[in-house]
């Protein structure tokens, strides 16, 4: 027995004193431990036909290194947007389809959730009901009117989701709840809503604005034939002002069919012609003397714009 390790034998156990240093593992004792250790398995060699060969153990697969859980949370870890931008107390958030907004909020406080004003609010969703208490106000009236989701945790160190419905969007919003941090209110604004707006806004003056400038009364021939088929889109009229070719529409043509137009030659050869849309116009940027707007395959409508006479103030039609 090694001099530097002390036993003490109490009963039937045998304990080592605590006075004593790491005992050295014996040499036997090493080789059992050496003997019952797992072997790794051969490598397998596949045959030519692809099959192993016999007597020869396949290897386990390993785990992916991506699971379909692991995408979910990495998905949603790079979708959820912290708050970075505030309007005083309350924190702004560009709004984005499929975004996860984080929201801090602490027991005692109240949470205030601003929709977009004149959004109407749908359903209010959240994964825990019990410990948190979750309400829906509104403000302002008519337009102006907006909806509000109120949240409060019951304690600190909760988290959840909510998920809110409106007629316009689907927020998804990720909460937490801290000892005291907590924000005032939260909102959004809304880019692609700014562009749209921005786009109807344009559609609307380049509606409003004159189908040309300059044009003069006395400079206008109105002498125009529009026979053929009577679809809903057949033009009104048609008239030039010496260089250019106005074709007008009814009001529907600017959100209905825009059926293109052709130039008949002389022998009897039809072309397309460039021009422009304004409103519930064509402007053709030279004359004609035949032209159609063709619609459809199978059953084509036809219908024929031609100039007349110079002295000719009133057109035909049938």
């Known amino acids: 027995m090694n001099v530097n390790h002390l036993f003490c034998l109490s009963g039937a156990a045998l304990l080592l ?24 398995l051969p490598k397998v060699h596949v045959a030519r036909n692809g099959g192993a060969k016999a007597g020869v153990h396949h290897a386990p697969r390993r785990h992916p290194r991506w699971t379909h859980a692991s ?15 505030f309007v005083n107390a309350s924190s702004v958030y560009p709004y984005a389809e499929g975004s996860v907004y984080h929201v801090y ?9 601003a929709l977009q004003p004149g959004e109407t609010l749908g359903a209010v969703a959240a994964g825990d009901t019990v410990r ?7 403000s302002g009236a008519g337009e102006t009117k907006r909806s509000h989701v109120l949240v409060k945790p019951s304690i ?3 988290s959840t989701n909510l998920v809110i419905t409106t007629d316009r969007h689907v927020y998804h919003l990720s909460l937490t709840s801290t000892v005291r941090t907590a924000l005032t209110a939260l909102s959004w604004t809304y880019p692609q809503d700014q562009l749209i707006a921005l786009q109807k806004r344009a559609e609307a003056a380049e509606a409003a604005a004159p ?5 003069s009364i006395e400079q206008l021939h109105f002498g125009y034939a529009v026979t053929g088929d009577k679809p809903d889109w057949r033009p009104v009229r048609a008239f030039d002002d010496g260089r250019q070719t106005f074709i007008e529409f009814p009001a529907q043509i600017a959100t209905g069919v825009a059926p293109p137009l052709f130039v008949v030659g002389a022998n009897g050869s039809a072309e397309l012609v460039n021009y422009r849309m304004r409103g519930h116009f064509y402007v053709v940027d030279r004359l004609f003397d ?6 459809g395959l199978k059953r084509q409508q036809v219908v024929r714009i031609t100039r007349l006479g110079e002295g000719l103030a009133s057109r035909r039609a049938s």
């Not at 004193?17 to 790794?40: E, G, L, S, T």
């Not at 189908?211 to 044009?215: M, P, T, Y």
């Open 156 to 158: 600190a160190g909760l």
């Open 132 to 138: 948190w208490i979750i309400g829906d106000t509104a």
């Open 71 to 85: 995408r979910v949370a990495a998905a949603t870890r790079a979708a959820t947007e912290e708050a970075t931008g």
């Open 105 to 113: 909020t602490a027991p005692g406080r109240i949470t205030d959730i």
């Open 290 to 295: 035949i032209a159609e707007l063709r619609f």
């Open 17 to 40: 004193c605590a006075a004593a240093p790491a005992p050295v593992i014996p040499r036997f004792a090493m080789a059992a431990k050496a003997a019952v250790a797992p072997k790794p």
């Open 211 to 215: 189908v040309s400038s300059g044009l």
